[in-house]
């Protein structure tokens, strides 16, 4: 059972532009929901992370909201620049499974100059 | 400071052979885990380490992995008899102490083909 749905499979926004991702979530028990930035042939680096207690968390250009009626979250990069190009992943994590990271199945963002 | 890092980076391993992977976590971090990431997709737990007690292994897909991390540092995870559906990437990730767990950094993973 996929537990986080990450939309879209794939992106193409222009240079300057705002590039918007979304997850979605099922288990309720998650309670620290990360985004990771992943170049190819490298592992995932952590890019910015936020705890259901709060409904936005910026850091730079990047931003994540967080709706926990809806069980969504969404990262916005504004500014977006052609080295941004990469494949996010979203994730979601809780106490209760031993931290394990649950990830959705990435989005590969390219920006065109 | 040092990172996670992951020894060897590429490993071809024909059909039915054993292969070892070697995960040296960033210093001092408590919890290290390991995940397997196929081609295009998000990466998949495999297992988890609080020191060198492993207390959860519920995603390893069969009985030919084995994971260890005897000393609460460096892990190793070993496949037994590749099979041509073990192909993928093998990433290990580190946290720190309590305080930290939730963050996981990840190192460069071991690409595994089995021919």
């Known amino acids: ?113 | 400071g040092a990172g996670v890092s992951q020894s060897p980076r590429y490993k071809v391993a024909k059909r039915g052979q054993d292969v070892a992977l070697r995960c040296d976590p960033i210093s001092g971090h408590v919890s290290l885990f390991w995940y397997q990431q196929a081609l295009g997709q998000g990466p998949e737990f495999l297992t988890y380490f609080q020191n060198e007690a492993q207390l959860d292994k519920s995603g390893l897909p069969s009985d030919r992995f084995f994971a260890e991390r005897p000393e609460g540092s460096v892990s190793t995870l070993k496949i037994q008899r590749t099979q041509q559906e073990d192909s993928a990437v093998y990433l290990c990730a580190s946290t720190g102490g309590l305080a930290f767990t939730y963050e996981q950094y990840f190192g460069p993973g071991t690409r595994l083909t089995v021919t």
């Open chain 1, 1 to 113: 059972q996929q537990q986080v749905k990450q939309s879209p499979q794939s992106l193409i926004v222009q240079k300057g532009g705002i590039s918007i991702i979304n997850c979605a979530y099922e288990n309720t028990a998650f309670d620290y929901f990360p985004w990771y930035q992943q170049f190819p042939g490298k592992g995932p680096a952590l890019l910015i992370a936020i705890r259901p207690d709060v409904s936005e968390k910026k850091e730079g250009r990047f931003t994540i909201s967080f709706n926990k009626s809806a069980k969504q979250f969404s990262l916005h990069i504004m500014d977006s620049q052609p080295g941004d190009s990469a494949t996010y992943f979203c994730a979601a994590s809780s106490r209760d499974s031993n931290y394990q990271l649950i990830w959705g199945a990435g989005t590969k963002l390219i920006i065109k100059p």
